[in-house]
């Protein structure tokens, strides 16, 4: 069965950094490109950020040069660096395969909370 934690939200000032964790199992982690998604109140969720197996990075415009996406393969776990945080209200993020088609798609995790307040 596919497992997503993430970890690492909470609140924070605008201009701050958090760092986000998601660990996986029920998946071969190594093979998979993984991203973080976010969802505000009331809206679709987005993708923010992907990375490939190999460490190739993607970014949204919205997030680039401000936020940094890695994986540990030994871990099973992908991260979300967020610096010079926006005061956009309260965003859950998810991290997920980055594969469309993926029957991984099917299961999400909690999501972590990052409420940003200027």
């Known amino acids: 069965q596919v497992q997503l934690v993430e970890s690492g939200g909470g609140l924070v000032q605008a201009g701050g950094s958090l760092r986000l964790s998601c660990t996986a199992s029920?998946?071969?982690?190594?093979?998979?490109?993984m991203a973080w998604y976010r969802q505000a109140p009331g809206k679709q969720r987005e993708l923010v950020a992907d990375?490939?197996?190999?460490?190739?990075?993607n970014y949204a415009d919205s997030v680039k040069g401000r936020f940094t996406i890695s994986r540990d393969n030994a871990k099973n776990t992908v991260y979300l660096q967020m610096n010079s945080l926006q005061p956009e209200g309260t965003d859950v993020y998810y991290c997920?395969?980055?594969?469309?088609?993926?029957?991984?798609?099917?299961?999400w995790g909690q999501g972590s909370q990052v409420p940003v307040y200027s």
């Open positions: 997920n395969t980055a594969s469309p088609q993926s029957i991984t798609l099917l299961f």
């Open positions: 990375i490939t197996s190999g460490g190739g990075t």
């Open positions: 029920g998946i071969i982690f190594s093979i998979h490109p």
